[in-house]
């Protein structure tokens, strides 16, 4: 059999099973929960505006006493939130856990923190070697704006009948070609994703969509939230989500919801790699609901 050879190491890069860090080096994985509403998205830009990942590498550049770059399960839009984004970055710096944890909250602004930190082997890698991603996406469906956690919800002023909504979802379980529900700028080469559970309830004014695939294209779950609205609101039927879907194309689509109510909650890993696990949140939704549920 032919062997395959690992290529050249680089800061934070895939490792193939057999092969290790370079001697003096340590990977962490970290959780990180953020308002998206404080910062242009998650990646770091050239113009050099306030991102997630810009506060955190600074800030762990002052722990670690050594520039920091790191690598996330799932980069997200402005304005997108996250309650247990994982990272990875590689360091020459010996440091414990507390100190990844809060010496970097010590640097970092309110609207991001860090949850846990981890030493992982060089095998980990939060993008590649994650399985599943959960989001949620949550609506307040009053017939006032909320002034609280507004900036953590996209309201709906009109009526949602959540039965509606749960008819058209059965049509995107499964393994998809998800054309009509990715961004036209996405720049992923399959369009094909699986998703595992498509879950909604309502909470008084609160309705969680919660939904958990192997991987999303650009604009997916907020594609699929405003496709569901308006077969709630009662402006299409169920089986128009079939119909989208087959079209193959976005513009037979709906309207795509805004990026407030989306919060990124959960990641998969292999229990090889031993992360901790936390609950879902945001913090306001306080039961499991969907595939967290007992």
Not at 84 to 95: E, G, L, P, S, Y
Not at 181 to 204: D, E, M, N, W, Y
């Amino acid at each position: 059999m032919k062997s395959v050879k690992s290529k050249p190491y680089k800061r934070n890069c895939e490792l193939l099973e057999g092969h290790e860090l370079p001697v003096g080096i340590s990977r962490w994985a970290l959780a990180v929960e953020y308002n998206g509403a404080a910062f242009h998205g998650f990646q770091a830009q050239r113009s050099g505006v306030e991102t997630v990942q810009l506060a955190l590498e600074n800030a762990l550049s002052a722990v670690a006493d050594e520039p920091i770059t790191l690598v996330c399960a799932g980069r997200t839009d402005a304005g997108v939130h996250a309650t247990n984004q994982i990272i990875h970055f590689d360091t020459n710096a010996v440091r414990k856990d507390r100190a990844f944890v809060f010496g970097t909250n010590t640097h970092l602004s309110p609207g991001v923190v860090v949850r846990w930190a981890r030493q992982v082997s060089g095998q980990f890698h939060a993008r590649f070697s994650a399985v599943a991603r959960t989001y949620r996406y949550i609506i307040c469906n009053s017939f006032v704006r909320p002034a609280l956690m507004y900036d953590q919800l996209t309201w709906q002023r009109r009526p949602l009948d959540v039965n509606r909504m749960r008819e058209g979802a059965r049509y995107l379980v499964g393994e998809q070609n998800f054309t009509s529900f990715r961004a036209t700028q996405c720049q992923a080469k399959s369009p094909v994703r699986t998703i595992h559970h498509l879950h909604l309830v309502r909470r008084g004014e609160l309705i969680i969509m919660e939904v958990k695939a192997n991987a999303f294209l650009h604009h997916m779950v907020r594609n699929i939230a405003g496709v569901l609205m308006e077969i709630g609101i009662g402006d299409r039927e169920p089986e128009w989500v079939g119909e989208v879907l087959a079209a193959k194309n976005r513009c037979a689509g709906g309207v795509t919801a805004p990026p407030y109510g989306l919060h990124l909650v959960s990641v998969d890993f292999d229990d090889r790699f031993d992360l901790p696990t936390l609950q879902p949140g945001p913090h306001f939704v306080h039961e499991d609901i969907g595939g967290f549920a007992p």
